[in-house]
């Protein structure tokens, strides 16, 4: 199995944009997901097949990746963001990345 | 929009198993794949494995191969992720999640391993 990682922290003030990273070796092959976690909740998908946002995401929350690196972006991060933030991909079997704490304050 | 259900917490000793059960409250998910995750206390999201349950095939992984077994009633349209000699380190909320994506997930069922 290989390895996804994640910076474990991000902050930002409101309003900036909030980039989360996420590398792996297999990424140039594989689509990476990311899913939002609040305190105390079940983890939420925000971004699939790299790019894709589920119906219901807000337009903010946009996904990138070229060679081994995804990434996050919150453009215009606002309070409500704040939570961490997980990346994930599926080789032959699926992997988490350490996930990232995202502070906007 | 599809809701999953898991069977309640549990408390378990040492060396024993447990079982944890997932139902999505409307629709079946024989055609789509049912992903388990845990997540140990303060701790990130863990990638168990995942079960394919019109085909019975099944993905586990490495860390958890030997002692996780993932199955499927298709009968009662329940999946079920069983855990084996347990210790405190399994001690996490367990997950189930919909779709190769991980789209819908389930509320999460807490084990606690417990002397």
């Known amino acids: 199995s290989y390895e996804l990682t994640q910076p474990p922290s991000v902050a930002v003030s409101p309003g900036q944009a909030a980039r989360i990273t996420c590398s792996g070796d297999a990424l140039p092959e594989k689509y990476t997901f990311w899913f939002q976690q609040k305190s105390g909740q079940a983890p939420v998908l925000v971004i699939y097949e790299d790019t894709k946002r589920p119906s219901g995401i807000p337009e903010r929350f946009s996904g990138s990746s070229s060679g081994t690196m995804a990434t996050l972006t919150i453009s215009g991060a606002q309070v409500e963001d704040e939570a961490d933030y997980y990346c994930?991909?599926?080789?032959?079997?699926?992997?988490f990345g350490g996930g990232t704490k995202l502070t906007v304050l | 929009q599809v809701q999953l259900v898991q069977s309640g917490a549990e408390v378990k000793k040492p060396g024993s198993s447990v079982k944890v059960s997932c139902k999505p409250s409307g629709g079946t998910f024989t055609t789509s794949v049912i992903n388990w995750v845990r997540q140990a206390p303060g701790q990130g999201l863990e990638w168990m494995g995942r079960?394919?349950?019109?085909?019975?095939?099944?993905t586990y992984g490495q860390k958890f191969q030997g002692r996780v077994t993932i199955t499927a009633d298709k009968s009662t349209n329940t999946a079920f992720v069983e855990l084996t000699r347990l210790s405190s380190e399994d001690t996490a909320i367990y997950y189930c999640?919909?779709?190769?994506?991980?789209?819908?997930w389930g509320q999460g069922t807490l084990v606690t391993v417990s002397s």
């Open positions: 994930y991909s599926m080789d032959t079997s699926g992997v």
């Open positions: 079960i394919l349950p019109i085909l019975d095939i099944t």
């Open positions: 999640a919909t779709e190769t994506r991980l789209k819908y």
